[in-house]
């Protein structure tokens, strides 16, 4: 009898991509894990309790509308972990994992506002959108979660199925 092994494919199987004449660098990041965190009707969700269920990395904790977050990182949870992290805080919300269905693209350099500004219709200046900062939106037809992660970069999480499409799109 054969035994057959699935291994999951990356959907984006790309090396870091330099554009000089943007002044952008568009990384492909670790798959990781997305989580997304809806607060139970009626529930506060205290800001420590989101960072309890996060890695400890900076901007682990995102808003991603009222009452609800995406907690990223770059570790991938078996299914025992994302079980846990959910029972932390099912008093107060519900926890989907989002990990299989989502991929994140770093894009950073002095030139980064400006392109994404060619697609985007956030004013991602640093005064209205300071480091830390998130906010769904469009990038020209691909569904973005975006977050500022440094003064000149940014993370921008995308439905998988759309991933490869966005990342030619940044570097046409």
Do not use: C, K
Not at 51 to 66: E, F, I, K, Y
């Amino acid at each position: 009898m054969v035994e057959t092994v699935l291994a999951p494919a990356t959907a984006l199987a790309h090396a870091p991509v330099d554009l000089p004449s943007r002044r952008v660098r568009l990384t492909p990041l670790a798959e990781g894990h997305v989580l997304q965190v809806v607060a139970r009707h009626g529930a506060t969700v205290p800001a420590e309790r989101l960072a309890a269920l996060g890695d400890g990395g900076s901007h682990a904790v995102r808003p991603n509308g009222p009452g609800q977050w995406l907690l990223v990182g770059d570790a991938a949870l078996s299914f025992d972990e994302g079980r846990a992290r959910a029972a932390a805080i099912t008093d107060l919300a519900h926890v989907f994992d989002q990990s299989h269905g989502r991929l994140r693209i770093g894009l950073d350099g002095p030139g980064a506002e400006d392109l994404l500004a060619t697609g985007i219709g956030v004013d991602l200046t640093r005064a209205a959108f300071p480091v830390g900062a998130s906010a769904n939106a469009l990038f020209r037809h691909v569904s973005v979660h975006l977050t500022r992660t440094g003064a000149d970069a940014f993370e921008l999480v995308v439905p998988r199925s759309f991933a490869a499409d966005l990342w030619h799109e940044l570097g046409a």
